[in-house]
C-alpha cells in the first residue's frame, strides 16, 4: 500500500515536472540582449533603386542597421554595385534573395512570372546550385560569408525525382536563418520559432503608425517583427518615404526598447539562445 502510494506520488512528480519547467523555461526563456523588449528586423527585397537612393539615407540617417536582400540579376546590381557596396561597409546586410527571383508560374496570380524565370520548370539540384552561386557572388561583393535568405515569393516546389519538393532543406545549410512565407510580422514565440521559416509582412500602403503599432505588439509579446519592404517612396509595393522614416525616427528614438539590427545578427543571437 505504502509503496504504491509513494510510486503514485513519484509517478505524478515524474510527470509534473516537466509540465512545471517547461513553463519556467517559456516564462524565462527569452531574453533580447540589454534589456531589449522586442527586435526588428527591416529587409528590402529585389534589390530596388528607391531602397539605395530613399531607404538607406533614412536609415544612415537614424544609425539603424538592415538587411538588403539582392536579386543578383537585378539591373540595379550590376549598374550600381558600389553603392550596395558601400551599404555593406556601413553594417548593412546584403541578403540573397536567389539570382533570378524564381517564383511559380502555375500558382494563382503569378502570370506575370516569365517562362526562362519560372520555377516550375527548376530542379531541386539547379535551383540549389544556383543560390549557392548567390552566395558567391555576394561574397565578391562584400566579402562576408555568413548570410541569410528570403524566398522569392515564398514559393518553394521545385521538379524533383518522382514528382516535386522543396528546395529549401537542399540549401539551409547554406544559411544561418531563412525567411520562408508571407502574411504575419510579428513572431508569435520564440520558443516555437523555426530559424529556417520565419514569416514577415511586406507593407504596402501602410502609415508609420500602422508600421509602429507593429512594433509596439512585437513588444508586448516580447518577440520579433519582420518588415519585409519592397519599394520606398517609388518603384512597386510602395511604403511612402515619409510613413517609413515615421517608423525609422521611433525606432531610434526607442533604441533601447526595440533592437534594430540585420537579420543575420538578429538570427545568430537567437540561435545562440536556443
Ligand atoms: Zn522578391
Known amino acids: ?3 504504491r502510494i509513494i510510486s503514485a506520488l513519484a509517478a ?13 523555461a517559456g516564462q524565462a526563456a527569452f531574453r533580447w540582449p540589454d534589456g531589449a523588449r522586442a527586435a526588428v528586423s527591416l529587409s528590402y527585397d529585389d534589390s530596388l533603386d528607391s531602397q539605395l537612393d530613399t531607404a538607406l539615407p533614412t536609415l544612415d540617417k537614424y544609425g539603424l542597421k538592415a538587411s538588403f536582400y539582392l536579386e543578383l540579376s537585378g539591373q540595379s546590381v550590376g549598374r550600381r554595385m558600389a553603392a550596395w557596396r558601400a551599404a555593406a561597409v556601413r553594417g548593412h546586410e546584403l541578403g540573397n534573395h536567389s539570382l533570378f527571383h524564381q517564383c511559380s508560374g ?13 520555377l516550375d520548370t527548376l530542379s531541386v539540384a539547379q535551383m540549389a546550385a544556383q ?7 555576394l561574397a565578391a561583393i562584400d566579402g562576408r560569408r555568413e548570410r541569410t535568405y528570403t524566398v522569392p515569393c515564398g514559393d518553394t516546389m521545385a521538379l524533383a525525382p518522382g514528382g516535386r519538393a522543396s528546395y529549401l532543406p537542399a540549401i539551409a545549410g547554406e544559411f544561418v536563418a531563412m525567411k520562408t512565407a508571407g502574411g504575419q510580422a510579428v513572431t508569435p514565440s520564440m520558443g516555437g520559432l523555426d530559424p529556417y521559416a520565419v514569416t514577415v509582412l511586406a507593407p504596402e500602403g501602410l502609415s508609420g503608425k500602422q508600421l509602429i503599432a507593429l512594433v509596439r505588439e512585437a ?8 518588415f519585409t519592404f519592397h519599394g520606398v517612396g517609388g518603384d512597386y ?8 522614416e515615421e517608423l525609422v525616427r521611433y525606432l531610434a528614438e526607442n533604441r533601447k526598447t526595440y533592437w534594430t539590427d ?13
Not at 106 to 118: A, I, K, N, T
Not at 131 to 137: E, K, S
Open 106 to 118: 502555375s500558382l494563382p496570380g503569378h502570370q506575370w512570372v516569365r517562362p526562362e524565370r519560372d
Open 1 to 3: 500500500m505504502t509503496i
Open 262 to 274: 540585420t537579420f543575420l545578427n538578429i538570427m545568430t543571437y537567437v540561435k545562440k539562445q536556443k
Open 12 to 24: 505524478a512528480a515524474f510527470l509534473a515536472q516537466p509540465a512545471a519547467q517547461a513553463q519556467g
Open 237 to 244: 509595393l510602395v511604403t511612402s518615404a515619409e510613413a517609413h
Open 219 to 226: 513588444g508586448e509579446r516580447g518577440t520579433m517583427v519582420n
Open 131 to 137: 543560390v549557392r552561386l548567390g552566395n558567391t557572388m
